[in-house]
């Protein structure tokens, strides 16, 4: 066992900007020397001699940029992918599970649950497929429904200590909608054609729109979208009641699409009556997330906190960026809550399409600074709504959002209601799994090694990332409140982090989170006998092998084990 211990680490020697060089890690005991460690023979030499070392010194290298080198793990390019050219695409129809083990992807699958996948067996083979998180969108089904897939996913939680589905209930929001039509209305490019606050109204030139201040908020020369821009239209004049426009792209007009108007978001409150109660379905069924749709400033946010709290429900708040109003205010957004969403189909709407990838980028910089999870939503597989295999570019969309550190990708109606929703699940999974077998062993970005001087969890759970890359090693924490498992994720570790936590909704939440496995365990007041059982179980899940080495990491807000002994890292081979 290796062990860097706190006493030690209170005097750094001031790191380098970007990664360190020639820093000094150093314990009590001298056991095995800068030289043995950074030496692949020396280094199996000492771990070999005998399975508890001490490092005394280690130089810690540059990040590694694809070179592999030799740790007592093997090589730390990870060697444990599924080929990304076995897709069989009579394999992957409705209905049949691929067997998968997501156990070392680390980007996170969002799956939004609809008619396709809401019965007892989708679930299950959702969530062995790699479904990590089930969303509920509100805009759609009613609250049986959504009760019965809460009660299906929680019947499969309930099974297991090492596997877990968060559940996340999207709010419907201030959506602007059309009207409903008894057939749909064929839109010519040219064509005039006009929205009123009249209810009821369905001619061949005019429908009704859900929201009355809709003629108040667009101006002549606006341009309306209808569901997301695949068919617009030019504001002309306006009335009292009465928006007239003319049809830009045309197409078919069906009942309630979606509207929005080119650069600016509703004048709507973010959540609306139905919202709250829809909230309140939530807080009933102990959910794990929501996400606030068309959030515009941190206001909502913190009046959805105060509401919580006044129920004592412990639920995180997920703001889906998708209003134009909210990017002056990102900032203090995404300051007051839990997680964002990048909600690229209504942010495209609202904005210029171009937009969206910058913004994609900078919300993903932005939470990940903070060490908030990101997620990244929309048309990911759309094809495969209706066909077996996904467009190249889909592919590559997948593969940008995980080299951009996003904590998870979202699927939609590619699950909701399409035709190979665990098809679409695996080729997530395959394609970011093969994402992340490329890319470089993570640096730390720059500006962080101020920040964590001050802060002595950071500080461990950087330095524990540093050598667990290094030594090629999986990560495993112990976690009450999950804040050292969510600094271990932020520094992005080669390895999978196994996250024991003993409390069931820190395990619900951390699934969310960049690489982490969170695992439900007791703690007895013994940290060994709790190490002990833990790798036990890592072993007897086939998650760890015996003789490996893994890098153990005790600390954070609340030492679990603080009588006992300060903030530790371990190194340590794993026995029989
Ligand atoms: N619970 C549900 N019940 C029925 N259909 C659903 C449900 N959830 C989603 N769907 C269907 O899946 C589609 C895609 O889901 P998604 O969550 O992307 O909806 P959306 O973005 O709100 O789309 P839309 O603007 O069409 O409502 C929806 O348009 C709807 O047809
Ligand atoms: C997810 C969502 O709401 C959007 O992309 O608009």
């Given at each position: 066992m290796s062990t860097i211990?706190?006493?030690?680490?209170?005097?750094?020697?001031?790191?380098?900007?970007?990664?360190i060089s020639d820093h000094r890690l150093s314990s009590?005991a001298n056991v095995c020397t800068s030289d043995s460690l950074h030496n692949s023979r020396g280094r199996r030499k000492c771990l070999r001699k005998q399975n508890v070392s001490t490092v005394k010194s280690m130089r810690i290298a540059q990040?590694n940029?694809?070179?592999?080198f030799d740790s007592p793990n093997?090589?730390l390019?990870?060697?444990?992918?599924?080929?990304?050219?076995?897709?069989?695409?009579?394999?992957?129809?409705?209905?049949?599970?691929?067997?998968?083990?997501?156990?070392?992807?680390?980007?996170?699958?969002?799956?939004?649950?609809?008619?396709?996948?809401?019965?007892?067996?989708?679930?299950?083979?959702?969530?062995?497929?790699?479904?990590?998180?089930?969303?509920?969108?509100?805009?759609?089904?009613?609250?049986?429904?959504?009760?019965?897939?809460?009660?299906?996913?929680?019947?499969?939680?309930?099974?297991?200590?090492?596997?877990?589905?968060?559940?996340?209930?999207?709010?419907?929001?201030?959506?602007?909608?059309?009207?409903?039509?008894?057939?749909?209305?064929?839109?010519?490019?040219?064509?005039?054609?006009?929205?009123?606050?009249?209810?009821?109204?369905?001619?061949?030139?005019?429908?009704?729109?859900?929201?009355?201040?809709?003629?108040?908020?667009?101006?002549?020369?606006?341009?309306?979208?209808?569901?997301?821009?695949?068919?617009?239209?030019?504001?002309?004049?306006?009335?009292?009641?009465?928006?007239?426009?003319?049809?830009?792209?045309?197409?078919?007009?069906?009942?309630?699409?979606?509207?929005?108007?080119?650069?600016?978001?509703?004048?709507?409150?973010?959540?609306?009556?139905?919202?709250?109660?829809?909230?309140?379905?939530?807080?009933?069924?102990?959910?794990?997330?929501?996400?606030?749709?068309?959030?515009?400033?941190?206001?909502?946010?913190?009046?959805?906190?105060?509401?919580?709290?006044?129920?004592?429900?412990?639920?995180?708040?997920?703001?889906?960026?998708?209003?134009?109003?909210?990017?002056?205010?990102?900032?203090?957004?995404?300051?007051?809550?839990?997680?964002?969403?990048?909600?690229?189909?209504?942010?495209?709407?609202?904005?210029?399409?171009?937009?969206?990838?910058?913004?994609?980028?900078?919300?993903?910089?932005?939470?990940?600074?903070?060490?908030?999870?990101?997620?990244?939503?929309?048309?990911?597989?759309?094809?495969?709504?209706?066909?077996?295999?996904?467009?190249?570019?889909?592919?590559?969309?997948?593969?940008?959002?995980?080299?951009?550190?996003?904590?998870?990708?979202?699927?939609?109606?590619?699950?909701?209601?399409?035709?190979?929703?665990?098809?679409?699940?695996?080729?997530?999974?395959?394609?970011?799994?093969?994402?992340?077998?490329?890319?470089?062993?993570?640096?730390?970005?720059?500006?962080?090694?101020?920040?964590?001087?001050?802060?002595?969890?950071?500080?461990?759970?950087?330095h524990?990332?540093t050598m667990a890359n290094t030594l090629a090693t999986?990560?495993?924490?112990?976690?009450?409140?999950?804040?050292?498992?969510?600094?271990?994720?932020?520094?992005?570790?080669?390895?999978?982090?196994?996250?024991?936590?003993?409390?069931?909704?820190?395990?619900?939440?951390?699934?969310?989170?960049?690489?982490?496995?969170?695992?439900?365990?007791?703690?007895?007041?013994?940290?060994?006998?709790?190490?002990?059982?833990?790798?036990?179980?890592?072993?007897?899940?086939?998650?760890?092998?015996?003789?490996?080495y893994?890098t153990?990491?005790?600390?954070?807000?609340?030492?679990?084990?603080?009588?006992?002994?300060?903030?530790?890292i371990q190194v340590r081979k794993?026995?029989?």
């Amino acid at each position: 066992m290796s062990t860097i211990n706190i006493q030690s680490m209170l005097k750094p020697e001031a790191p380098s900007r970007t990664f360190i060089s020639d820093h000094r890690l150093s314990s009590a005991a001298n056991v095995c020397t800068s030289d043995s460690l950074h030496n692949s023979r020396g280094r199996r030499k000492c771990l070999r001699k005998q399975n508890v070392s001490t490092v005394k010194s280690m130089r810690i290298a540059q990040p590694n940029h694809g070179t592999k080198f030799d740790s007592p793990n093997g090589p730390l390019t990870p060697d444990k992918l599924d080929s990304p050219f076995d897709l069989h695409s009579s394999d992957y129809s409705q209905g049949q599970s691929p067997s998968t083990s997501s156990v070392t992807r680390k980007t996170k699958i969002v799956c939004t649950i609809g008619p396709s996948t809401s019965s007892r067996e989708m679930i299950w083979k959702l969530a062995e497929t790699g479904m990590n998180v089930a969303r509920l969108n509100m805009s759609h089904g009613d609250h049986a429904s959504h009760q019965k897939t809460i009660d299906l996913v929680k019947e499969y939680n309930a099974q297991f200590e090492d596997k877990v589905v968060a559940i996340m209930l999207d709010t419907k929001g201030p959506e602007v909608r059309s009207g409903d039509v008894p057939k749909p209305i064929l839109l010519k490019e040219g064509q005039e054609f006009s929205f009123t606050i009249k209810r009821g109204v369905s001619t061949e030139n005019t429908v009704s729109v859900n929201y009355d201040d809709f003629v108040n908020d667009v101006e002549a020369g606006d341009i309306v979208l209808v569901d997301g821009g695949m068919m617009s239209l030019a504001v002309k004049s306006k009335t009292r009641d009465t928006v007239n426009c003319e049809v830009v792209d045309g197409g078919e007009l069906k009942s309630r699409r979606h509207l929005n108007v080119r650069g600016k978001s509703a004048t709507l409150p973010s959540i609306t009556d139905k919202d709250w109660e829809d909230i309140k379905f939530g807080v009933d069924n102990e959910i794990d997330f929501y996400a606030v749709s068309f959030v515009k400033d941190a206001q909502v946010v913190h009046e959805l906190k105060k509401y919580l709290r006044s129920c004592n429900a412990d639920i995180h708040v997920i703001v889906k960026i998708e209003s134009a109003d909210s990017i002056p205010n990102l900032p203090s957004i995404i300051s007051a809550c839990d997680g964002a969403m990048v909600a690229r189909g209504d942010l495209g709407a609202e904005l210029p399409i171009e937009e969206v990838p910058l913004l994609q980028e900078d919300i993903i910089r932005r939470c990940r600074s903070v060490q908030k999870p990101v997620i990244v939503a929309t048309n990911m597989l759309e094809s495969m709504i209706d066909h077996p295999t996904p467009t190249r570019a889909e592919v590559s969309d997948i593969a940008i959002a995980v080299k951009e550190g996003a904590d998870a990708v979202m699927l939609s109606g590619e699950t909701a209601h399409g035709k190979f929703p665990l098809k679409a699940v695996k080729v997530m999974h395959t394609v970011a799994l093969r994402t992340e077998s490329s890319l470089p062993v993570t640096a730390i970005p720059a500006g962080e090694f101020n920040a964590f001087k001050s802060r002595m969890g950071e500080m461990f759970a950087f330095h524990a990332t540093t050598m667990a890359n290094t030594l090629a090693t999986p990560m495993i924490v112990f976690t009450r409140t999950g804040s050292m498992a969510i600094h271990l994720s932020h520094y992005r570790p080669s390895s999978i982090i196994f996250a024991f936590t003993n409390e069931p909704r820190v395990k619900q939440r951390l699934i969310l989170y960049h690489g982490l496995m969170p695992i439900y365990m007791e703690f007895s007041d013994d940290a060994e006998e709790t190490f002990s059982r833990a790798l036990k179980l890592l072993v007897s899940k086939n998650l760890i092998k015996e003789g490996e080495y893994v890098t153990l990491v005790q600390s954070g807000a609340q030492p679990i084990w603080r009588r006992e002994s300060s903030h530790h890292i371990q190194v340590r081979k794993v026995q029989g």
